[in-house]
Structure formats: structure tokens, C-alpha cells
């Protein structure tokens, strides 16, 4: 299974953010969140033309462009970084000014025989500065290039998270909103695919919310697919705990296109292809794939959102990717 991997977008780093998040810590919160957000929810998703607003002030900015957020996202989750960087460039100056004394020294005995004594050392002097030079030139290649691939994955993930999602008919919220308080589960492809996931997770239903778990289809050849609901009196409450578990829908759909796009593409993925994306509390990535996503396999790693272990097992929830 071919894997792309990202990361969901980080928090707005302001206050009010802070707050919000901390406050769905407690499971009596995130109990009353998840059933707020499904209290107008319809059977049959929005078609994709009625969710595209055009509305600039609201795109997601693009993952290419490095936001100051970004930025200070990469300092808290790597502090030492830029002291380690000014180090190495401190030690990559010293030794190529001391390359460069030795060499004056090494050219002035070469040219008078009465110093061809002190060109041994002159030799040794240059060469341990010469493998200074190199050894810290090449850590602080390795560093720049792992701070460049973490900016380049929080800006992919800010953008993430600005992306928007349909509750109801009257409350449209971005990705972010639902950090520490669902695990999403993104679907993208093909209404066929998203109807075989549909059908896939049906014996899973009651266990995936108990986990928080939320999905959010993404069709991606411009049908909408349509769930077919249950609605006998028998399965009356198994059909409501099916419409909450796919609530969710994309709007602004050329923004949620070109970011899954460019995920693929990076990650060398056709674009055609159906994928799935997995993420944590913390909306970070937890698992990704091509296919349908592995239900049964999500029930059995994800910790419950409520009860005993609420809350102590919220970063249990897999290896961030």
C-alpha cells in the first residue's frame, strides 16, 4: 500500500485558541460538542456544486507559502535548532578563517627553504581545519534541510486546517475546530469508493464513535454520493449513530481538491487514485493510504474519548507521521 503522509494543521497559536483546546480536555465537554455538532444533520450530503463558495477572504492560504505561524510552530517544536545552525556556522567561520591562515602559512614555508621544517605541521594544522569545515558544513546542510521539510509540513498542515467542513445547513466550521475534540477520518474518490466505505463501516458504527471517530467524504469525480439510511423504527437508533459518523461535508471544494492534490503529488500518488486520512485528537496524522480506510483496525488502536482512560490516553492514538 502505497502511503502519503501529512499533517493535519496546528493550532492558531492565540489565546482564545488555547483556551478552546483546553477546555475539550474534559470528556463532558467533548461529549456535549460531538452532540451539538449533529443536532440538524441530513441524510443526504449537500451536492458538490451548492458547497462551492467563492469567498476570498476564506481560501486556505496555499501550503506553499511559509505563514509566521508556521514559522514559530517550527521554534517550539524544535527550540535548539536555530542555536545549534549559529553554532555550526560560528565553527564552519573559525575554521575556514583558520584554512585560510594556514594556507598563507603553508604557501610562505613552501617558498623559503629555511622554514621547509615547519611545513609538516603547517599540513596537519590545515587539514584538521579543512575537516572542521566540512564536518560542520554538512550538519548544518542536515539541519537547514529538516527545518525546510518541517516548515514545508506545518504550512501543508495549516492549510489543512483552515479548510472548511459543513455541519448543517446553517453551521459551516474549519478542520481545526475539531482538534481534541473528533479524530477525522478523510475519504477521497470516487462516489463509488465512498459508498463501498460507507457500507464497509456499517459494523464498526458504534464502536468508531466511541472513539470520536468522524468522516469526512470527499468525492472527488463531482457526484454526490447518496447513503442509503435505514429508517424502520428497528433501526432507528443504529441509523442516527450512522448519520452522526458521517455528518461532515467539504465545502469550498477547490481548495479541499488542490490540497489533497498536492499531497498526492508529492507523495508520488496518481491523482485518480482513492485515498484515506487518518488523523489524531491532536489533528495530527496517524495513518494514510490508498484504499478504503481500515475500520477494523481503527477500532482496535484508538482509545475510547470518554470514560476511565479519557483525556490519559488522548496522545495514544498512534505514531504521528
Not at 162 to 182: D, F, H, Q, T, W
Not at 196 to 222: C, W, Y
Request: some cysteine; hydrophobic content about 40%; aromatic content about 10%.
Amino acid at each position: 500500500m502505497a502511503q502519503f503522509c501529512y499533517i493535519l494543521g496546528p493550532s492558531n497559536l492565540r489565546l482564545k485558541h488555547s483556551s478552546f483546546r483546553f477546555c475539550f480536555q474534559s470528556p463532558i465537554y467533548r461529549k456535549n460538542a460531538l452532540s451539538f455538532i449533529c443536532t440538524k444533520f441530513h441524510a443526504k450530503p449537500p451536492l458538490l456544486s451548492s458547497s462551492i463558495v467563492c469567498s476570498a477572504a476564506n481560501k486556505p492560504s496555499s501550503s506553499s507559502e511559509i505563514s509566521s505561524d508556521a514559522r514559530i510552530r517550527s521554534e517550539v517544536l524544535s527550540p535548539f535548532r536555530s542555536l545549534r545552525m549559529f553554532f555550526y556556522l560560528a565553527f564552519i567561520a573559525s575554521g575556514a578563517l583558520g584554512g585560510l591562515i594556514a594556507t598563507t602559512q603553508l604557501i610562505a614555508s613552501l617558498t623559503n627553504p629555511a622554514r621547509s621544517s615547519e611545513v609538516p605541521d603547517t599540513l596537519t594544522t590545515l587539514g584538521i581545519d579543512v575537516g572542521a569545515v566540512s564536518v560542520f558544513a554538512f550538519l548544518y546542510f542536515r539541519e537547514n534541510t529538516a527545518k525546510n521539510r518541517q516548515l514545508a509540513r506545518l504550512s501543508r498542515e495549516e492549510s489543512l486546517s483552515n479548510l472548511k467542513l459543513r455541519v448543517n445547513e446553517n453551521k459551516i466550521i474549519p478542520v481545526s475546530s475539531l482538534r481534541g475534540i473528533a479524530r477525522l477520518v478523510i475519504c477521497s474518490g470516487p462516489a463509488s469508493f465512498i459508498l463501498e466505505s460507507f457500507k464497509l463501516s456499517e459494523p464498526f458504527t458504534e464502536r468508531l464513535l466511541e472513539r470520536g471517530v468522524l468522516v469526512v467524504p470527499f468525492a472527488t469525480d463531482g457526484n454526490s454520493p447518496g447513503f442509503d439510511f435505514d429508517e424502520s423504527e428497528d433501526m432507528k437508533d443504529i441509523t442516527a449513530k450512522r448519520k452522526k459518523l458521517w455528518q461532515l461535508n467539504p465545502v469550498y471544494v477547490p481548495e479541499w481538491t488542490e490540497w489533497l492534490n498536492e499531497q498526492k503529488k508529492l507523495a508520488g500518488v496518481s491523482p485518480e487514485s482513492p485515498v484515506y486520512l487518518s488523523l489524531r485528537l491532536d489533528g495530527r496524522v496517524r495513518g494514510s493510504g490508498v484504499g478504503y480506510p481500515p475500520w477494523n483496525a481503527l477500532v482496535a488502536q484508538l482509545p475510547p474519548v470518554k470514560g476511565l482512560w479519557s483525556g490519559l490516553l488522548d496522545g495514544m492514538d498512534g505514531r504521528v507521521l
